[in-house]
């Protein structure tokens, strides 16, 4: 009979030998996910037996994450914001540095009782929308994405966080069919110039959906798209917070500046000082 923390042991002992990076503590998460555990669990209660079959079931997802498979898909969650997700196949794994986008947002909006009207542009699981949401409890929001199936994902994971109330996501090409104005738009748009995909990790380029990642040859494309749409989509006062990927604040600088935007300072650094979060407004 195997208990949790024998379980534990086992899983991140295979994890070490596969040369993941934190191995214990994926077998941890893993054990939490899949058995549908709290931290306690694994800690004041680690010698309770597991279920054969549940540790069956876990030593096959084990395998598949040994062999590069995420965790997060493995175990169909991510947490963004403090918040909760469900993934879908269709939908991006939120990622922490989008939380710089977040963090901008509630800078540029120190009011949190603003009547915000909020839209995010590929909402994916809809992870800035409901960050957002979250902490404007007075604001409303539109997500809106190509994939029907991330759209899907993205109602589900704001209705389950009690946001369904003051959100709506709509499948929709970025802003096309959008003829009204907000305070906040922002956008998490795919920005990988597409010959580098390939080279990407496994965990990205087996797993995460290619609408999330192409960004066209130059990794630029959705961004011509929507420095073309946010002067007709902000109101005055209103701004754009949109993620960057490594190196592209000038360039996403100049595409705005050449749609009469006006930059709105450097763009945010995340974590690993990476410009992340580059805010524009209309001139
Ligand atoms: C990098 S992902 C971001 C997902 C989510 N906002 C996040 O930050 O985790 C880009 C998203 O844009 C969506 N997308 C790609 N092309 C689009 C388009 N033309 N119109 C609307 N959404 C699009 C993708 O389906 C994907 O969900």
Redo the contacts with the bound molecule.
Sequence with gaps: MTTRAGLLREIAAAFAAAGLETPEREARALLKGGLGLADIDLVARADLPVAEEDAARLRALAARRADGEPLARLVGRRE?WSLDFSLAP??????PE?ET?VEAALALFPDRAAKLRIL??????????AALLSEYPNAVGLG????EG?ARQARDNLARLGLAGRSAVIV???A?AIHSRFDLV??????IPARDIAALDKEVREH??R???DGGADGLD?YR?LAAALPGLLVPGGRAVL?LGIGQEEDVAALLAAAGLSADGPARRDLSGIARAIVTRPA
């Design positions: 963004f269709e939908t991006l794994v939120p990622r989008t986008l995010d542009l590929g909402t994916g699981t809809g992870a800035i929308l809106i994405d190509l994939s991330a929709g090409r970025w096309e922002a956008s998490n748009p795919p920005y995460d959906p609408l999330a990642l959705a798209v993620e």
